[in-house]
């Protein structure tokens, strides 16, 4: 009489676990990256500070930050702290993500849109190519690089690369 | 001759359904956000009323609705049948979802953007914070509590709060 | 002495498998519908057209291409050329997918946010319904039906359709 379980049971669990595991760091990802905006309009600087490696890069068009510590102080600075008390929306929107292992590549738009006195008004659009790495605390950034689509040529070129899971 | 299965069959099952479990409450969680949105502007009144429990509380700003059959009225309300007829998108964005066992928290943001004489504006952006309860029907939203970002202290506490998987 | 495997070994991998294979699906649909705004805004005609089924359907408003070779030269045309050297963002919302077997719906809202000499503005809120197909290749857009939000009652009745998982 056969076997009920079949032969395979081992390789089949294998495969399961593995196929289970690569949801679950998309999971994590997209999680991280959804967590960006309404941590940094919420003002959470260490939560915000957590998405990066702590030598992490945030490169955004004129500004350069370089670790998780810069990052910190960006959301503390009183040119952040206006935004959030004028009224402030980073918006991105879903990322899609490419793994290859112990690293990811994943992009997204986002729109910052900001209180005035003539109403809400979209102040930027911008590209975002993510760079991320599995460590022993969880996926992080290692290098977020965005730029704001105003017809500059990299950053229909950051769209690209992240789309295809490309580095920038 | 050792057991190719290893002795650990059971266990192995069982944590994958528990895995999978998480993945597909997630899942279904970020199937009713994501449903709001176009089924508000859909006005499918019964629809949107059905995303939240019978006692579900629906909070924002000056309208404090108790209840999924109030829930139900305000789509059906000539206020918001007028959105509907002039233009209107809720856009929400990507959520962030945070599951404790039967009870999740999740967090985003929306732009409400309508057409008028002078194209599509912003209106308002909102935080959007949402406790939700796994019923013998699925998941439905138990509160959402929702601010505008025009720089009131408690859309940010919200956005906060949600990201980090804490009731408002 | 009782199996600790229990006897429903076969019953239980067969389960999973097939519950593992819906949210592989699900995310293999999203991630083709996240990478249409970075594609598009980013000028890559060929992922674009790759999104479709070779005799896909793209229909918005007045535009109406049969077949992805038609969709290329949209993204490869000097009108689209122009909204990307100009400045532009395809920004879609996070979308709600519904799973029949090989065949699938999503519903999605979308801003187009264009640069200015008077800044950023939104230029269209659009309902977009998808209908999608498994081929060998992939999933695949086998009709994407658009429509702006201008308060023309087609735009609700796709986004209704789009969110219970029925054809436009």
Redesign the interface.
């Known amino acids: 009489m056969s076997d009920?379980?079949?032969?395979d049971?081992?390789a089949?669990?294998e495969a399961?676990?593995g196929?289970?595991r690569e949801?679950?760091d998309?999971?994590e990802i997209?999680?991280l990256i959804?967590?960006y905006?309404?941590?940094v309009?919420?003002?959470?600087a260490d939560?915000v500070a957590a998405l990066w490696t702590d030598d992490g890069i945030y490169d955004v068009d004129e500004v350069y930050l370089d670790g998780s510590a810069a990052i910190r102080q960006m959301v503390e600075s009183s040119a952040h702290q206006g935004w959030?008390?004028?009224?402030?929306?980073h918006?991105?929107?879903?990322?899609?993500?490419t793994l290859d292992g112990n690293d990811a590549v994943a992009?997204?738009?986002s729109?910052m849109?900001v209180?005035t006195d003539e109403?809400?008004?979209?102040?930027?659009?911008t590209?975002h190519h993510w760079q991320l790495r599995r460590t022993p605390a969880g996926w992080r950034t290692t290098v977020r690089t965005s730029r704001?689509?105003?017809?500059?040529p990299e950053?229909?070129?950051?769209?690209?690369a992240?789309?295809?899971g490309e580095r920038a």
């Open positions: 009920p379980t079949g032969p049971v081992a089949r669990l399961l676990e196929r289970l949801l679950e998309e999971r997209l999680r959804t967590g905006g309404p941590l309009d919420g003002g959470a939560d959030i008390s004028g009224g402030c929306a918006f991105l929107g879903p990322a899609r993500v992009v997204c738009h729109l849109v209180n109403g809400f008004r979209v102040r930027r659009a590209a704001v689509l105003d017809g500059r950053s229909p070129a950051l769209l690209r992240g789309a295809r």
